[in-house]
T-cell receptor
């Protein structure tokens, strides 16, 4: 069992839908990162959080330290949101990613 | 500030040859990380530096791999006697001191024939 598990592995959505990607981890952490990687592209950091909730534009990230769980939400999804979303803890352990495709 | 820079962006080599990748982090960032990513997988941690000190190395980093950050600025990752299994994207990231936000380079793609 991986120390960082993401679900779902693949996700398709229609433009405008609300999207949730989940991340569960089994180790103690000081910080959790949500990253975005476009096909053939580099990795961009979306959020770093250690408690509570953060919002940036249409993206919202939450973390529950007690339950060792984090979620990434995308409101009003758009085709340009299509990418792989990766959860990582303490920079050393990565999930395998969630591939999101948003269709117009 | 031009972000994290990696070169070369692509390297094709024959099995058994040595290759070296360079990473130039954001200038004020103390921490520098190397990761490897194969197709369809998330990045795997290889090693990280705080200034010039190499603080942790993954078991993935066999004896054929070596990384340096001699002056606490740029870093190099060398792979000796490359094998086909080394084919991957090698990613570098930097962050401020402490567990700050990560900034990734575009990666160096290695193909071993």
């Amino acid at each position: 069992k991986n120390e960082v598990e993401q679900s779902p592995q693949n996700l398709t959505a229609q433009e405008g839908e609300f999207i949730t990607i989940n991340c569960s981890y089994s180790v103690g952490i000081s910080a959790l990162h949500w990253l975005q990687q476009h096909p053939g592209g580099g990795i961009v950091s979306l959020f770093m959080l250690s408690s509570g909730k953060k919002k940036h534009g249409r993206l919202i990230a939450t973390i529950n330290i007690q339950e060792k769980h984090s979620s990434l939400h995308i409101t009003a999804s758009h085709p340009r949101d299509s990418a792989v979303y990766i959860c990582a803890v303490d920079k050393l352990i990565f999930g395998t990613g969630t591939r999101l495709q948003v269709f117009p | 500030d031009t972000g994290v820079s990696q070169n070369p962006r692509h390297k094709i080599t024959k099995r058994g040859q040595n290759v070296t990748f360079r990473c130039d982090p954001i200038s004020e960032h103390n921490r520098l990380y190397w990761y490897r990513q194969t197709l369809g997988q998330g990045p795997e941690f290889l090693t990280y530096f705080q200034n010039e000190a190499q603080l942790e190395k993954s078991r993935l980093l066999s004896d054929r791999f070596s990384a340096e950050r001699p002056k606490g600025s740029f870093s190099t990752l060398e792979i000796q006697r490359t094998e086909q299994g080394d084919s991957a994207m090698y990613l570098c990231a930097s962050s401020p001191l402490g567990f700050g936000e990560l900034f990734f380079g575009e990666g160096s793609r290695l193909t071993v024939l």
